[in-house]
Nanobody, 121 residues
Framework: QVQLVESGGGLVQAGGSLRLSCAASGRGFSSYAMGWFRQAPGAEREFVAAINWSGSSTSYADSVKGRFTISRDNAKNTVYLHMNSLKPEDTAVYYC??????????????WGQGTQVTVSS
């Protein structure tokens, strides 16, 4: 129902910052909770952060808590991931997806191409 396109990735030095964007098209974006996930080479995709439909509730993986901030602008059909104090271990392809709004944050949409984030030491 919703098509998602990630952008904003790139190469950054350790300690730097990036803002990722996830632009949505199609029906029903404002009714969905949204999440960010990432996948490093040779690793499984892992949960990073999620936000409920209104933006009033968020959740973060312990590995990024205090450094990353998820937000959304329903009027623009966009969800953001503000990434601060980046570490080499944050290097991965980052994806957004629709997720269940029940604290499981289980992704159920179709995965897109993602955006590459590379953090140099």
């Amino acid at each position: 129902q919703v098509q998602l396109v990630e952008s904003g990735g790139g190469l950054v030095q350790a300690g730097g910052s990036l803002r990722l964007s996830c632009a949505a098209s199609g029906r029903g974006f404002s009714s969905y909770a949204m999440g960010w996930f990432r996948q490093a080479p040779g690793a499984e995709r892992e949960f990073v952060a999620a936000i409920n439909w209104s933006g009033s509730s968020t959740s973060y993986a312990d590995s990024v808590k205090g450094r990353f901030t998820i937000s959304r602008d329903n009027a623009k059909n966009t969800v953001y991931l503000h990434m601060n104090s980046l570490k080499p271990e944050d290097t991965a392809v980052y994806y957004c997806n629709t997720v269940l709004n029940d604290n499981s944050w289980f992704p159920f949409g179709t995965w897109g191409q993602g955006t590459q984030v590379t953090v140099s030491s």
